[in-house]
């Protein structure tokens, strides 16, 4: 009982936080920002929507299935963003203008 | 209540391939592609306990490999292909 309010209650704020996540991702006027906003829907809503079925898995083969794709998930969410940083900020020739010096009096 | 979350994955899902299609460099659509790839990860996830065949679970861990395999590939590509094209 316990843990199927537990369940429902992560499965909600997961599909929330994925909601959140696509409506910034949609939104927001920079490539780093929606890069955020992608973000968090990659560890809230991932981790909060994953642990949610698994509360509902009951200890069997699938909880391991989950607790797998959770893992790849962890570990190829964070090499992905950082490689389209990556790729993003190598391709403009100057990725931050200075600004102008500050005259001096 | 899986109802729910399979209804906000899908409304995000669909925000995504929006920002996919109006995206204005190539990196913001790599980044929307990637968005869809994840979430449909967590949809079949959702689907399979949905329908009650938890053997979908084995498609979801395969959807993720094949999905960060694919935006690395794209990404370097890029990389690569503006490589090439500087003049020498």
Redesign the interface.
């Given at each position: 009982m316990i843990v199927d309010v537990l369940?429902?209650v992560m499965?909600?704020l997961?599909?929330?936080f994925?909601?959140l996540?696509?409506?910034g991702?949609?939104r927001l006027p920079d490539?780093y920002t929606?890069?955020h906003a992608?973000s968090l829907?990659?560890s809230f809503?991932?981790i909060l929507?994953?642990g949610?079925?698994m509360l509902?898995?009951c200890w069997?083969?699938?909880t391991v299935?989950?607790l797998?794709?959770l893992f790849?998930?962890m570990m190829?969410?964070p090499?992905?963003s950082y490689?389209?940083a990556n790729?993003?900020l190598?391709?403009v020739d100057d990725p931050e203008p200075h600004p102008p010096p500050a005259t001096e009096t | 209540m899986y109802y729910a979350a399979t209804a906000a994955i899908l409304v995000t899902m669909a925000l995504a391939l929006a920002r996919a299609l109006l995206g204005p460099t190539v990196y913001d659509r790599v980044l929307a592609v990637n968005m869809f790839g994840t979430k449909t990860v967590l949809l079949v996830s959702i689907v399979a306990f949905l329908s009650g065949r938890p053997d979908f679970l084995d498609l979801a861990l395969a959807y993720a490999l094949i999905n960060f395999v694919g935006v690395l590939a794209v990404l370097e590509f890029f990389q690569k292909k503006r490589h090439y094209e500087r003049p020498r």
């Open positions: 369940s429902f499965l909600a997961g599909g929330f994925v909601f996540g696509g409506l991702a949609l490539l929606r890069m992608a829907t990659d809503g991932t929507t994953l949610g079925i509902q898995s069997s083969l699938a299935k989950l797998t794709i790849f998930l190829t969410g090499t992905a490689a389209l790729a993003a190598l391709s | -």
